[in-house]
């Protein structure tokens, strides 16, 4: 089994800072790639910001400059830097894994539960 942990949200003041972190243990052979992902009320799961296992980052429009992705790669751990937070970043915040079963070594995606982060005004 693969599991995905998610800690660091909660509620802060807009212009404020969180740091979410996700840590993947388990039958892991290796990751590929490991991303953030948000959804608020009555919206479609968005990506936030990503890393691949090159080191290669991408970012949705929303929060580049504000928000920094960064990896553990020896802790298969991956990290989501907020800062200068606005209202409209108030979601469940999701951790993905693209990564490969030690057991089988197929390539599956994994999601952790789920944090949820609020942004008062």
């Known amino acids: 089994q693969v599991q995905l942990v998610e800690t660091g949200g909660g509620l802060v003041q807009a212009g404020g800072a969180l740091r ?3 840590a993947a243990s388990g039958s892991i052979f290796s990751i590929k ?6 959804q608020a009320p009555g919206k479609r799961r968005e990506l936030v910001a990503a890393s691949t296992s090159g080191g ?3 970012y949705a429009d ?4 504000r928000f920094t992705i960064s ?4 802790k298969n751990t991956v990290y989501l830097q907020m800062n200068s937070l606005k209202v409209e ?3 469940a915040y999701y951790c993905n894994a693209d990564l490969i079963r030690d057991y089988d070594r197929r390539e599956l995606d994994y999601w952790g539960q789920g944090t949820q982060v609020t942004v008062s005004s």
């Open 71 to 74: 990896r553990d790669n020896a």
């Open 56 to 58: 290669s980052t991408n």
């Open 20 to 22: 979410l972190s996700c």
């Open 62 to 65: 929303s929060v580049k400059g």
């Open 89 to 91: 970043d108030t979601a």
């Open 33 to 38: 790639a490991m991303g953030w992902y948000r």
